[in-house]
């Protein structure tokens, strides 16, 4: 698999990444062995970049990762910090940054973080010279390697990217989400900032396996976060409505017969299509099977796609989905 520098650091990773929020909560139930079967299956495919968060599963995802951590070596772990409390600016502070990353240090099992980023926090947080003096402290404490932020819009990724110390931004990009290949992008290849990434099939709608009788479980965010209720709603099917979502997932399966590499697979090709984009370190889709972990690292294995493909994708973004995504996020 192509391996990629990740921004601002001395580390090398995967162009296929494995995003565990599933093995934590909100995807439906993952038992504790199947969660450790996805992880090898990923490692042995050729993942070396391993997302996760404190809030997912209130930590069960980082302790899960820190038991398979202690007999796999060369990994990279990315977590992030900062949504276990009220989303609010004078929350983003050192003292609970420290309480933040010493929890997430116990859960994984390390002394240090690779990586650990702020998990979409408030607009006025970013801007804030304290939380990047904050998170400066934790690097001078040896508490974290490198820094970053996950993000919601590109404003705020924009941001984030001119700040010295940012190492990364993790923000939504995929075919139904194409905003940050305006601006994002070629402003973190400029300054030499990582991006991860993540939602990049859409919860699931490039797969091409949903329609329009499809349900999900009631703890599954697919079923009870459409409508923004318990989180952004950008979140979930990158927030497409689930109808036109259906619909367009139809038009890019349909591209990708047409267009795609032999014998790949819509899911595979979406995150091709992620990788392939000039500036992006990792694409960290989720995967709840082993079948599932591998058939998505063999989309870093991908040859070049079309640029009729990616025609395409603007395409079909520009008729369908750019008038309910693009000006929010």
């Known amino acids: 698999m192509d391996q ?4 601002r650091t001395d580390r090398t990773v995967s162009a296929i990444g494995l995003g565990t929020w599933q093995l934590g909560a909100d995807w439906g139930e993952v038992s504790e062995e199947q969660a450790l079967e996805v992880l090898a299956a990923a490692v042995d495919a050729g993942v070396t970049l391993l997302d996760t968060a404190d809030v997912y599963g209130d930590g069960r995802s980082e302790r899960i990762l820190g038991r398979f951590l202690r007999e796999h070596d060369g ?34 099992g390390v002394e240090v973080l690779d990586l650990v980023q702020l998990h979409c926090p408030p607009s006025a947080t970013i801007a804030d010279d304290a939380t990047w003096d904050a998170l400066d402290t934790l690097v001078a404490e ?29 923000i939504i990009l995929n075919a139904f989400r194409l905003k940050p290949l305006d601006e994002v992008l070629p402003a973190a290849r400029e300054a030499g900032v990582g991006i991860l990434a993540r939602v ?6 490039l797969s091409g396996k949903y329609d329009e009788s499809t349900t999900f479980a009631e703890d599954d965010h697919r079923h009870y976060n ?23 997932a139809r038009e890019f399966t349909a591209l990708v017969r047409e267009h795609g590499p032999e014998g790949a697979t819509p899911a595979q090709v979406a995150l091709a299509w992620c990788a392939q984009q000039e500036g992006v370190s990792t694409v960290i889709p989720g995967a709840r099977s082993a079948e599932q972990a591998r058939a998505n690292a063999a989309a870093g294995e991908l040859p070049a796609l079309s640029p009729a493909l990616f025609d395409g994708v603007r395409a079909l973004y520009d008729a369908r989905l750019r008038e309910q995504v693009h000006t929010r996020w």
């Open 200 to 205: 990049p099939l859409a919860s699931g709608l």
């Open 75 to 108: 990994l990279t772990v990315a977590t992030k910090m900062g949504r276990r409390v009220e989303q609010v600016p004078e929350n983003y502070r050192l003292d609970h940054f420290r309480e933040w990353t010493d929890r997430s240090r116990r859960n994984l």
């Open 226 to 248: 459409r409508d923004g209720s318990a989180f952004d709603v950008g979140e979930t099917f990158a927030g497409v409505d689930y109808a036109t979502g259906v619909e367009a």
């Open 4 to 7: 990629r520098t990740l921004g």
């Open 142 to 170: 040896g508490a974290v390697a490198a820094y970053g932020v996950s993000v919601e819009t590109c404003d705020q990724a924009l941001a984030a990217i001119a700040r010295p110390g940012c190492a990364s931004v993790q």
